[in-house]
DNA sequence: ATTCTGCAAACTGTTTACAGAGGACATTTT
DNA sequence: AAAATGTCCTCTGTAAACAGTTTGCAGAAT
């Protein structure tokens, strides 16, 4: 009846506390708040969040599931290091992605949908005349789950999502240069004109050269360091207090098993 | 010293429970020993498994994020039930995967790698020959695995093998018709024609035909309903006294969010 | 007869408690 | 002085207990 469905009492118990610890936990890591190699500390985490231990080790696991997380038994779960490799390889899965989502787009893309990409090209070159890195990067995230929601599947848009959540292991930020901006997004142009000239194997092509043009931006622009240093200090016992710690990097193991 | 490294006292704790209940969890999903839709009673699972609830619920959740199972607040996990749409969205992905890992493998396959699909091939033809059905599922198994090692990358095959396990939520077995065998080795040889050609184009043609071949191969064999009727069955109270049972279904809820 | 209400059992979500493993530091030994 | 070793302490892994919710059934009221 009422407008807003709020429980006069306690608010409704709508999800878990795993699962709000799982949604925090990941929007942590990403953000960089605690960077590849660190040790969950599952006490920590639990004071931190609030909670107890019970729901964390939940959200972990769910993590380590999902990738981001790796795990060794008795000694502690880790936010996983993605080596130069790794990264490459996940560049080249989303290229995958992109170019078959945008092959299946081309012919079946109705008017609605071509407008809707149209409309965030020119999003992004009003951003991208603006210098207005940030609005552009959301955009350009817009436009390729559209692409993704669009051309393929709800299932490939998690994959896709997911893959790119394992990129943000490995870069700290998408560095938009001003110029790569331009350079991006001419080749969004050449993707949508592919689909709406419903030319299969074109929109495929430029799909594909997007993803790969955005890899080798990305390559070009980092520490030619195949490796990342990773953390290396080793905090001793104080900062086992934990007196306003959450987090508390050990050796970092970069990948143990998998 | 020993030929087998086993610890005079306990075993040793080389994994964790909670990995053991997941992999024990997945494998019952997986072999239809629990159907989709049924409800995952911890306390029971718990119990048949001998461990605790604590270990059920990190293996659930951990599940739940790699999709096999659908959670519901204050309800339960449930084997997923993939619809045919859904199901047909999962084999499109593999097309594309498998036309990637083709085409790069193309490139760059070295005459051994070659000579081990050239076995694996052979191998099935002689299965076709003697309709040894069990034997030309697992060399196809490994055959696409391989594949997928070889041309893209430890991901890709993770990534692969995922998108599998999640159609066997929707095919209970894989139906190896004879005549199927042949036609599907077939495609094999011809996939590793072109890449021996080296022909990288050929080669993902290829590979991307197979897998919608097999696509194809299913979804004629399959019964025409679009969606499974799923349990209906309303168990009642005798089932849940769970004297023997593990597992009790309720209304089984599809797709509950995602 | 049907529907609604109230009670009870079961199950999920969470917290707390306990045992074993691993690491760091101090002491001892060579 | 350097290496080895012993001890303590923290943290993970697991189990058990506790609170809240949902579900099913029985009985009452219409």
Known sequence: ???????????????????????????????????????????????????????VREA??????????VTVVNQGS??????AEEAMDVYDLRVALTGYA????????????????EDMVQGMES???????????????????????????????????DLGKELTLFRRRALV?????RESNAEHAAILHALAAGDAAAARMAGEA??????????????????????KKRPGKAAARGEEEHVQDRDAPGEPTR
């Open 1 to 55: 009846m009422a407008d807003s469905p709020v429980s006069p009492l306690h608010i409704v118990r709508t999800q878990s506390l795993a699962s709000l610890v799982a949604d925090e936990l990941e929007r942590m890591i990403l953000s960089g708040e605690i960077p590849p190699g660190t040790r969950l500390n599952e006490q920590a985490l639990a004071a931190r969040l609030g909670v107890s231990r019970g729901p």
């Open 60 to 69: 972990v696991r769910g993590l380590d599931r999902s990738g981001l997380v």
């Open 78 to 83: 880790f936010v996983r290091q993605l080596s």
């Open 102 to 117: 945008c092959e299946r787009l081309a012919g079946r893309a109705t008017p609605e949908q071509l407008g809707t990409l």
């Open 127 to 161: 951003a991208a005349d603006s210098d207005d890195a940030a609005r552009y990067y959301a955009l350009n995230l817009d436009f390729h789950s559209a692409l993704m929601s669009m051309g393929g599947s709800s299932r490939a848009v998690r994959l896709y999502d």
């Open 177 to 181: 240069a001003p110029e790569n901006m």
């Open 210 to 231: 997007h993803i790969r043009g955005g890899k080798r931006r990305f390559a070009t622009s980092t520490p030619p360091a195949g490796t990342e240093p990773a953390g």
